[in-house]
Antibody
Framework: QVQLVQSGAEVKKPGASVKVSCKASGYTLTGYYMHWVRQAPGQGLEWMGWINPNTGDTNYPQKFQGRVTMTRDTSISTAYMELSRLRSDDTAVYFCAKGEVVASGYFDSWGQGTLVTVSS | SYEMTQPPSVSVSPGETASITCSGD??????AFWYQQKPGQSPVLVIY???KRPSGIPERFSGSNSGNTATLTISGTPPMDEADYYC?????????FGGGTKLTVL
């Protein structure tokens, strides 16, 4: 069965960067888009972008352009999301979510989430 | 930027039908997706492409989308369906989520 296992919780200082990993199993990473979604404490879901694991192409919404970088290592079926210049309002749970074979589709499997806390 | 509006909360009695709406400009021209999220858990896809149910999702979950409103309907709502529900659509290659609706079953 499809499983996405994310790296553990992180505590970072403002201005630092964080890199979250998402290891995929039960399917071929390169066959489906991978998305990242975050959720601030007590708040709703916010999409951060996608990566095409086959080509490495990425798409980020304007809000995150210049601060987020999505990459992948196909040899270990793992996707990564790095967010730089962290601020306190970046404190959130970050999820990876498996997409479809097309970019603009649904998210049918989600990782368990990684809590990133930004605090001085 | 595109926005979708959901009611913050909906209440339903056990066994009754719950309807959760999601409004956005010409939303009916796009596909709507719905996710269920229980406290401390990751979201789960319950409806895709307006009205389709993924494998393993009970038949009591159904969806529709027309005009400016998409609707998630839960028939015969059991207490286990108490959760937050989020609608989602795509606009200009950007995924947009509604603000979420807390469904209370009491």
């Amino acid at each position: 069965q499809v499983q996405l296992v994310q790296s553990g919780a992180e505590v970072k200082k403002p201005g630092a960067s964080v890199k979250v990993s998402c290891k995929a199993s039960g399917y071929t990473l390169t066959g489906y888009y991978m998305h990242w979604v975050r959720q601030a404490p007590g708040q709703g879901l916010e999409w951060m972008g996608w990566i095409n694991p086959n080509t490495g192409d990425t798409n980020y919404p304007q809000k995150f352009q210049g601060r987020v970088t999505m990459t992948r290592d196909t040899s270990i079926s793992t996707a990564y999301m790095e967010l730089s210049r962290l601020r306190s309002d970046d404190t959130a749970v970050y999820f990876c979510a498996k997409g479809e074979v097309v970019a603009s589709g649904y998210f049918d499997s989600w990782g368990q989430g990684t809590l990133v806390t930004v605090s001085s | 930027s595109y926005e979708m509006t959901q009611p913050p909360s909906v209440s339903v009695s056990p066994g009754e039908t719950a309807s959760i709406t999601c409004s956005g400009d010409k939303l009916g021209d796009k596909y709507a997706f719905w996710y269920q999220q229980k406290p401390g858990q990751s979201p789960v896809l319950v409806i895709y492409q307006d009205a389709k149910r993924p494998s393993g999702i009970p038949e009591r979950f159904s969806g529709s989308n027309s005009g400016n409103t998409a609707t998630l309907t839960i028939s015969g709502t059991p207490p286990m369906d108490e959760a937050d529900y989020y609608c989602q659509a795509w606009d200009s290659n950007t995924a947009v989520f509604g603000g979420g609706t807390k469904l209370t079953v009491l």
